[in-house]
T-cell receptor, first 115, second 111 residues
Framework: DTGVSQDPRHKITKRGQNVTFRCDPISEHNRLYWYRQTLGQGPEFLTYFQNEAQLEKSRLLSDRFSAERPKGSFSTLEIQRTEQGDSAMYLC?????????????FGQGTRLTVV | RKEVEQDPGPFNVPEGATVAFNCTYSNSASQSFFWYRQDCRKEPKLLMSVYSSGNEDGRFTAQLNRASQYISLLIRDSKLSDSATYLCVVMIMEYGNKLVFGAGTILRVKS
């Protein structure tokens, strides 16, 4: 499968614990996005990389959230000291902008439940 | 005001009906436009890009009106399998080409 891959698919953690998610984008894609989605809402932008550079981080994202893309390939999203409000689906998407085509493709997401 | 706004629905239509969804965006720096489809508890999947001249893909037609900052999606001859949430997406150039999603419009097609 050459699509966007996310791991794990599901994560249950106790409040206060740290969690880390991984995203492997489509291999030639240089842009990578992280989104969060809760029930009944559209995906909410978290952060975005072009190659290894983090170009933007949402103002809604607290200091407990951090993301990296050290070699411009896979990315990790870490949430420290998780809270129940962090429970959501975390989606990763990648794209390779070219003339007339800038669409992004999503992984299946990591569903986080904080208990 | 949200950057991308959609009527949440739900739109309940019979099979074979034609249904239209609208979406408005607030940022004039929006550069590219898309419709994504999302099934329950699944990831969003690209349905179609939206071009300035309008474009059609089978039963689906997308239109863009830059002057009014308005995007539409028309689905003809609705199928049961069209039941899903339809997400309007804009790419905003001034934010380094960030993709911004609407909250989605729920479509339910019934026999």
């Amino acid at each position: 499968d050459t699509g966007v891959s996310q791991d794990p698919r599901h994560k249950i953690t106790k409040r206060g614990q740290n969690v880390t998610f991984r995203c492997d984008p489509i291999s030639e894609h240089n842009r990578l996005y992280w989104y969060r989605q809760t029930l009944g809402q559209g995906p909410e932008f978290l952060t975005y990389f072009q190659n290894e550079a983090q170009l933007e981080k949402s103002r809604l994202l607290s200091d407990r959230f951090s993301a990296e893309r050290p070699k411009g390939s896979f990315s990790t999203l870490e949430i420290q000291r998780t809270e129940q409000g962090d429970s959501a689906m975390y989606l990763c998407a990648s794209s390779f902008p070219r003339q007339g085509a800038t669409e992004a493709f999503f992984g299946q997401g990591t569903r986080l439940t904080v208990v | 005001r949200k950057e991308v706004e959609q009527d949440p629905g739900p739109f309940n239509v019979p099979e074979g009906a034609t249904v239209a969804f609208n979406c408005t965006y607030s940022n004039s720096a929006s550069q590219s436009f898309f419709w994504y489809r999302q099934d329950c508890r699944k990831e969003p999947k690209l349905l179609m890009s939206v071009y300035s001249s309008g474009n059609e893909d089978g039963r689906f037609t997308a239109q863009l009106n830059r002057a009014s900052q308005y995007i539409s999606l028309l689905i003809r001859d609705s199928k049961l399998s069209d039941s899903a949430t339809y997400l309007c997406v804009v790419m905003i150039m001034e934010y380094g080409n960030k993709l911004v999603f609407g909250a989605g419009t729920i479509l339910r097609v019934k026999s």
